[in-house]
């Protein structure tokens, strides 16, 4: 063998760009989706209890609610939460809400900081931005369930309703909440009963439907056991909520 290719078989290989960059977009890619069972496998969750299935925390949403109804809200430490929190989060469950001022998910289900997973709009619908924050949520912290919760009397459902009725645009932004619920009210228009309370309804459950089919992460997770979708009617008058599609 020559001294050149000697010299050459000791000498480093440069990488190529395309290969940095595959490189690197796999690192991203783990560090996104895969990173949270690595994470768990190299140090305990903040919040060991939020490590549950989604049947079970289904069961814990629930049992929170009962409490809050009956007035026996748990005391929480939010000194200690903030504290175990700070390098993380492991909520076992999040919700898609209402942004309505009466309905507060940490209250109504009583739970601590770092419990849920909020994502709260007029409506509670599931946009390209809400579907994407549902996703980070389960493919990356891990969380089992995902609850949709409308409310008796939304206001965003009501002007959905005399909008279309009336044919009548609403100003500003607001065009856009109403072509989000419009299909519900459509179809809930065909329905017997309170249109209202039928649209609200048809609503979660369309949203329900909506994140349980959406590609690649949210099916995917629901088809191996690893999330629960469900809905509910959050009850303004006694704050019970009423499950009406538990997935």
Request: hydrophobic share 40%; aromatic share 4%.
């Amino acid at each position: 063998m020559c001294d050149k290719c000697s010299e050459n078989l000791h000498q480093p290989v440069a990488p190529s760009r395309r290969s940095m960059m595959l490189l690197a977009g796999s690192a991203l890619a783990a560090t996104a989706f895969g990173g949270s069972a690595f994470a768990k496998e190299a140090k305990a969750p903040p919040k060991p209890q939020n490590v549950l299935s989604p049947d079970a925390a289904l069961k814990r949403l629930m049992e929170g609610n009962t409490r809050y109804v009956s007035g026996v809200s748990r005391r929480h430490d939010f000194k200690h939460e903030r504290e175990a929190l700070v390098g993380g989060q492991n909520p076992y469950a999040a919700v898609l809400s209402c942004a309505d001022s009466r309905i507060a998910p940490e209250y109504a289900f009583d739970s601590g900081r770092g419990d849920l997973f909020v994502c709260r709009v007029a409506g509670n619908f599931a946009g390209d931005e809400t579907v994407a924050s549902m996703e980070y949520t389960v493919a990356v912290l891990g969380t089992p369930l995902i609850l949709v919760l409308g409310h008796d009397n939304c206001g965003a459902v009501d002007a959905t309703i005399k909008s279309l009725k009336d044919d009548k645009p609403l100003p500003g932004h607001i065009p856009s909440l109403v072509a989000a619920i419009a299909p519900a009210v459509k179809t809930a228009a065909q329905q017997s009963g309170n249109a209202l309370d039928n649209a609200i309804r048809q609503n979660v459950l369309d949203n329900v439907a909506k994140l349980k089919s959406a590609a690649p992460i949210l099916n995917a997770a629901v088809e191996q056991g690893k999330l629960k979708v469900v809905g509910g009617i959050y009850r303004l008058s006694t704050g019970s909520v009423e499950l009406i599609a538990q997935g």
